[in-house]
């Protein structure tokens, strides 16, 4: 193997096999969970929360996050924790607004 | 650099000061940059979407089979180029590789071509970016992430012509890991596109 790609001998084709049908299978179950006649803050609440899962399957398994080392962790959180803050706060000013 | 020197450098995309080569380490950085961009497209589209109760109203209809097969076809080819990279690891024969990068190819091209007719179908209505605050949105987020899947077609095409000729394949194939980083960005951005455009 060379040297100078991810080492993923530990993760067989198997699983990427499954993480594709987790993959498929949350987004079906998110298709159905926004027909349901529930309350549609529960609806965007569940189906984001499946899109999250989703996004960290990718990163983790088929990108190798699982495997890397810290530094590639911190690069990768480092965007998120601004985003929380962005996100914190333009969402504040927005329900002080309300 | 003298040419005994150059010769003897290790080739600077998998040169390292870190432990992690620097070519995936900078990927890895354009990526976060990519996280930021995308994430102010979204956090725009979401602050809009709560100013409006009503929206997108009936006029906003997006076709959800059509938004659901193309979410199916971008995690398959997230798979597909996991496959290649899969095989070139375990050194596999190269037309294993190739055949893995040309379904990805496909599928990607496949994706723009459904997407290409669902922009056709919405022009043919009249409807246009100007239409509303709904469709300036969706021109806008769908637009540059079309844009970035088609980045990621040419990235992995020039990677699948590296695998010509053995030789060229043995310096290169290193490469097919940051393809493949950028390609799975692409998918984990349309996995939040698609419930937010399509489904809420």
């Known amino acids: 193997m060379p040297v100078h790609m991810t080492d993923i001998t530990s993760s067989s084709t198997r699983t990427y096999l499954a993480i594709w049908g987790w993959l498929a299978g949350l987004m079906l179950l998110g298709v159905v969970l926004a027909e349901l006649p529930i309350s549609k803050l529960w609806i965007v609440l569940m189906v984001l929360a499946l899109s999250s899962v989703k996004a960290l399957l990718v990163a983790l398994y088929y990108m190798h996050l699982k495997m890397d080392r810290w530094v590639l962790w911190l690069v990768a959180v480092a965007p998120l924790a601004l985003i929380a803050l962005a996100l914190g706060v333009v969402f504040s000013s927005f329900f002080i607004q309300l | ?200």
Request: charged share 10%; glycine share 10%; proline share 4%.
């Open chain 2, 1 to 200: 650099m003298s040419n005994a020197h150059a010769a003897s450098a290790p080739h600077a995309s998998y040169a390292t000061a870190t432990g992690i080569p620097n070519g995936k380490l900078g990927m890895w950085l354009f990526l976060a940059s990519e996280v930021m961009f995308f994430t102010g497209l979204i956090g725009a589209y979401i602050v809009l979407r709560l100013s409006h109760p009503q929206w997108p109203g009936p006029e906003g209809h997006l076709s959800v089979p059509l938004g659901t097969l193309n979410t199916f076809i971008l995690i398959g080819s997230s798979m597909t180029i996991v496959m290649a990279l899969a095989a070139a690891q375990a050194e596999r024969p190269i037309d294993s590789v190739r055949r893995w990068l040309l379904v990805t190819v496909l599928l990607g091209g496949l994706f723009l071509g459904i997407k290409g007719f669902e922009y056709s179908t919405k022009l043919a209505h009249g409807i246009v970016p100007s239409s509303g605050v709904f469709w300036s949105c969706y021109y806008t987020l769908t637009g540059f992430h079309a844009l970035h899947v088609l980045g990621g077609i040419v990235f992995n095409l020039v990677v699948l012509s590296w695998t010509r000729e053995a030789s060229l394949w043995r310096a290169q194939r290193h490469r097919l890991e940051l393809a493949g980083l950028y390609w799975h960005f692409v998918d984990i951005v349309w996995i939040f596109l698609f419930p937010l455009l399509y489904l809420l």
